[in-house]
């Protein structure tokens, strides 16, 4: 098969006719699926159906320490669960502490408190004219949507094949006083997939910011989410590596057991410094008397240790796999030397990076949407929904049954194709 | 016995001997007691127990809306989780928020949105120069903290037998724009006990704020906490009464289940009108995907309905009813008539509230902790820990075994009266 870029008007005119017929044919399908978010899928949540099981009314909910998970109390979370949670996100547990059920909710509120009460004794963000983040892109849209939310400005830094452009990162954070932070996702990143390099951890661990108050937000939210047991991506240790760089402070980082138990009924965490988590505790004991101790009970009691959770994620692994697999196998088969599309191939995490020719991005997912598709909208891994070349599309397998899934990459690849065409055809002057 | 305040100095002294040769018995007893908080005993904690035995692993975690719980999703509640709360806090399911574990965290969360994103289109707080709250006296500490923390200025007003001084209420939100709200526990206050009458209530519906973003922050804490079957406080309805009055928008109401099922594992909800709902979800689906739903169902399937959250609210009242009689029946016994105090004698909640001699407070609660029963911190009822009285002491009888309790309210009860013949004899100008 010729790229199409290579092909005549003629060509391209006959193949769209083609494309067509197969577009209308799914359409005659009336599909109603789902790729937009990644979301676990059923079978997914039934393989911790048995943490429902762990605590029932003849259990002991009693923790380590002899405090009775069922009461008050407890601000930082109960020792297990820090002991579970700090060796998942490889830490201490003493530089953890273990909030609610949601990881998002750490950030936002990370980012609320920088707002109204600074970070370490500096000046409160909401007293200051500029503040300003960086973006990672493509990323994750719900980061940026906090920062948005908060009037930063958010200024962007592409993702590489190792990581964001560290060149790019270093300068704005060292020139630039009124940048206050980065949003990353080091390992298996939303949406790419790829990892952070050694080389770039420590960059990042390295970094001599401008500004005092600047802060890494490492959300490390695929942290043990590998699709393959033999291969694996490796991260250096942020926290450990920014203290061997004299920079112990610099670095938040964020987890959560979202997709690990049950999204929404997990338990997230933050890890830092001690001089951080000081400050942060000053606000937290403001704020609450203390997170939900039974379900990390619950979670402490079902995993076992990190062993346990690690076997675990074998068991998502084996669902995930062959969903990643069939998407690539539809992709390489229906798209590879086309020349309208790349895409990444990520040995964990819960989404495939997509891009089209540039400006075919959005019409891609409008097609699918009409053929019953609904994918992520386009634009969304950029800050404000805008991506610059309108060519990234985040594909998340993990959520539709394999056949289903199937059908979705078979349309996309469609859909693909067909846009594709339209537009070579009108850079080369044509009537549609 | 005649009054305390009736004795000679020569009475007094004999009275000291006594009472000094009695606490120094109490010290002997090398007691570790707390009545410090209002924490669930134990058995409280045990009747609902059976919580933990509802959502097992062949449960259907679906809820109304074939909703699955166990995964992402539903930003405010699942249906049957906010008509069970509606039911608790008297509005319509559709005028409430279902949160994660803690009330305490949604008021700060109120708070803090308010100040760096303002209310319902008004100016951020964190822009004004000055922005104060009513603080209802004595009061709950962790409220009078979230305003002290955000550098709002707490403005005292003194609770009576029905409720806040209106006329005071009344004056200071109609003639300052800068009091932005109003900390309120309506009824069962902490730490009065006692509850706002029906004219209080109308009064604070019928408000004029000078302030187009003052609320009312409606903390119904002990809404269903009864003591008595047969003699409970009714309140009128806030948010109806708000509407009737043509103030649709003036109020925050705030509950949880903290001290109906498990303290910190509960479900918290905020109720106010559609108006606010909507301000208000602008930054919650910013800051989080959504609540524990697992939670939310758990409590559904336990209580049933309000009439088995009911029921289940006299058996905490059968643990907790004994305990306040105990406390009560040794004041009255030990103190009746002396003079030297007065307490509250609620017919709910979880607190008795204790007032001393003028100056006498603080020394009272430094004597108990001498000989080992913590109190909660003279002043804690007061903004800033400042009770300008030093008379105000909270009781909290509901954590401490009954005979325990007894131990500690005697010691209180000869702590106040050494405490009050010292005091006397210095006003008498004698050398202790």
């Known amino acids: 098969m010729k790229a199409y870029t290579e092909l005549s008007v003629e060509e391209l005119q006959e193949l769209r006719k083609d494309l067509t017929a197969k577009y209308k044919e799914f359409q005659d399908r009336e599909l109603n699926l789902n790729m937009s978010r990644g979301k676990p899928c059923v079978d997914q949540l039934d393989i911790s159906m048995g943490m429902m099981d762990v605590l029932t009314s003849d259990a002991d909910l009693t923790d380590e320490d002899g405090t009775d998970c069922r009461n008050y109390g407890v601000l930082d979370g109960i020792p297990e669960a820090k002991e579970l949670m700090g060796a998942m996100m490889e830490v201490p547990a003493d530089n953890l502490l273990i909030y609610g059920n949601s990881s998002l909710n750490v950030m936002y509120d990370t980012i609320s408190r920088s707002y109204t009460h600074g970070v370490m004794g500096q000046t409160p963000w909401c007293k200051l004219d500029q503040v300003k983040f960086i973006c990672v892109v493509p990323g994750y ?144 004991k403001i704020q609450t008397i203390g997170h939900d101790k039974v379900n990390q009970l619950r979670h402490v009691r079902f995993f076992g240790d990190i062993n346990g959770m690690k076997e675990h994620m074998r068991k998502h692994a084996d669902i995930l796999r062959p969903k990643f697999e069939a998407v690539l196998e539809i992709l390489d088969r229906e798209l590879s ?96």
Chains 1, 2 share one sequence.
């Open 141 to 284: 849209d719900r980061h940026f949507a906090i920062t948005q939310y908060f009037g930063i400005e958010n200024v962007c830094v592409p993702m590489l094949e190792d990581g964001p452009d560290m060149d790019m990162v270093e300068q704005l954070v060292s020139s630039d006083e009124s940048i206050k932070g980065i949003w990353c996702v080091p390992k298996y990143s939303n949406p790419t997939g790829n990892s952070y390099s050694d080389e770039v951890v420590r960059r990042f661990a390295r970094l001599k910011p401008a500004a005092k108050d600047f802060r890494i937000y490492w959300d490390n939210a695929y942290t043990i989410h590998h699709l393959y047991d033999d291969d694996q991506d490796q991260l250096i240790e942020i926290l450990a590596e920014c203290k061997k760089a004299g920079n112990p402070d610099m670095v938040y980082k964020f987890a959560s057991t979202s997709k690990v138990s049950f999204p929404g009924s997990g338990i997230a965490c933050l890890a830092t410094s001690l001089n951080n988590l000081e400050d942060i505790k000053k606000q937290l």
């Open 337 to 432: 030397g086309l020349g309208i599309a790349t895409w990444t191939k990520p040995k964990g995490g819960y989404f495939i990076s997509f891009n089209t020719l540039d400006g075919c991005a959005k019409q891609v997912v409008s097609r699918c949407a009409k053929a019953g598709v609904v994918m992520t909208p386009a634009g969304a891994t950029y800050p404000g929904g805008k991506d610059p070349k309108d060519a990234n599309i985040r594909i998340a397998p993990s959520f539709p049954p394999a056949e289903d899934l199937k059908v979705a990459a078979e349309l996309l690849t469609v859909c693909v194709k067909l846009v594709s065409v339209e537009k070579l055809l009108t850079r080369q002057g044509a009537t549609l």
